[in-house]
C-alpha cells in the first residue's frame, strides 16, 4: 500500500504543506537563511549513515554527473526553500502554499521544449485551469492587479521560486540510474552548499538570527519530513509515474495546507482562495482522467 505513487505523492504534499506552516511559524525565532542552511545540514548528517554503503556502490556513476547532480540540488532544495523562507516574511501561508501549484505548469512546459514529450489535450485543460487558480491568488481576487503587475513582495519571490523547483522535477529525469539514497544524499549535500552563500549574503546584511526553542522544532520539522521524508517520496512517486503526473500532485499542497494554516496560524480563507482550489483541484482531475484512460494500469 506504501509503494502506491498516489499514497507516496499525497503523503509529499502533506508533509510539504507543514513546510510552509513551519517556516511561517519560524519567522520571529529564526532569520530565513539560517533555516536554510540548517535544515539541509541536518537532513545531510540524518541520511549519511543510512546513504553511505549505497554512495560507495554508486561512488562511479555518481563521479560522472556530480556537478549536476549538485547543482540540481542547490537550486531545487536550496534555492526554492530559501525564496519560500524569505517570501512568508511578506505574505500569508496560505498565499505560498497555493501558488506552488504553478509548478506543472512549468514541468509541461518544460517537458514540450526540451524533450517533447507529448502532453495531451486532458492535460492542457488541467493547466489551463490551474494557471486561472494560480493567477486567482496571486492577484488576492483581484485580476487587475495581475494587469498593472502589482505584486506583493512575497508572492513575487514565491513565484521565482516555483520556477527553481519545477526546474528540479524536470530535469531530475537526467539523473544518474543509482540508488534512491545515494540520489537523495547527493541533492541534499547539493542544497546545502548552495544555501551557504545565502546564508553569507544574510550574515553580511547583519539580519543572522540563530534560532531559540521554537525556531529549532521548526527547523526540526522541516529537516525530517520536509526534507528527508519527502523528497525521498517524491523522487519514488516521479520513477512511478513521471515527471508530468506527478508533478500535478504538488496542487494538493494548498488543500492540506490551507487547512493547517487555518487552524494552526489563524489566517482567513478567502472566497478568491475557494475559487482558486476549485480550479487546482479541477485541472488535476482532468489531467489525471486522460492519464489513466490512456493507461489503466496506472491506476493499480
Known amino acids: 500500500m506504501l509503494s502506491h505513487p498516489y499514497l ?30 540548517l535544515r539541509w545540514l541536518i537532513a545531510v548528517l540524518v541520511l549519511l549513515p543510512f546513504a553511505l554503503p549505497h554512495l560507495k556502490r554508486d561512488a562511479a556513476r555518481l563521479r560522472h554527473r556530480l556537478v549536476f547532480m549538485l547543482l540540481l540540488g542547490a537550486v531545487g532544495f536550496s534555492g526554492f526553500a530559501g525564496l519560500l523562507y524569505l517570501a512568508v516574511h511578506y505574505t500569508t501561508a496560505i498565499n505560498v502554499m497555493i501558488q506552488q501549484s504553478a509548478m506543472p505548469l512549468v514541468v509541461f512546459a518544460g517537458s514540450f521544449l526540451l524533450f517533447g514529450t507529448r502532453v495531451s489535450a486532458w492535460q492542457i485543460a488541467g493547466f489551463l485551469l490551474t494557471l486561472i487558480g494560480v493567477a486567482l491568488t496571486a492577484a488576492h481576487g483581484d485580476l487587475a492587479t495581475l494587469v498593472a503587475l502589482d505584486f506583493n513582495f512575497g508572492d513575487a519571490l514565491m513565484m521565482i521560486a516555483v520556477l ?15 540508488h534512491w539514497l545515494s540520489t537523495i544524499f547527493v541533492l541534499n549535500v547539493g542544497g546545502l552548499v548552495g544555501s551557504l552563500p545565502l546564508l553569507g ?10 534560532p531559540d526553542a521554537a525556531g529549532l522544532a521548526a527547523v526540526l520539522y522541516m529537516a525530517l519530513f520536509a526534507s528527508v521524508i519527502s523528497q525521498t517520496l517524491y523522487i519514488r512517486g516521479i520513477e512511478a ?6 508533478g500535478l500532485f504538488v496542487n494538493l499542497i494548498p488543500i492540506f495546507g490551507a487547512l493547517l494554516a487555518i487552524v494552526l496560524l489563524g489566517e482567513e480563507l478567502h472566497l478568491y482562495h475557494v475559487a482558486a482550489l476549485a480550479c487546482i483541484l479541477g485541472g488535476i482531475a482532468l489531467a489525471e482522467r486522460r492519464a489513466l484512460t490512456a493507461d489503466p494500469a496506472a491506476a493499480n
Open 8 to 37: 507516496l505523492l499525497m503523503a509529499t504534499t502533506l508533509f510539504w504543506s507543514g513546510n510552509s506552516i513551519a517556516a511561517k511559524i519560524a519567522v520571529p525565532h529564526v532569520s530565513p537563511m539560517v533555516v536554510n542552511s
Open 164 to 178: 527553481c523547483y519545477g526546474s528540479y522535477t524536470l530535469l531530475l529525469r537526467l539523473k544518474p540510474e543509482v
Open 201 to 210: 549574503w544574510e550574515w553580511q546584511s547583519g539580519t543572522v538570527q540563530m
Open 241 to 246: 509515474i513521471g515527471p508530468n503526473r506527478a
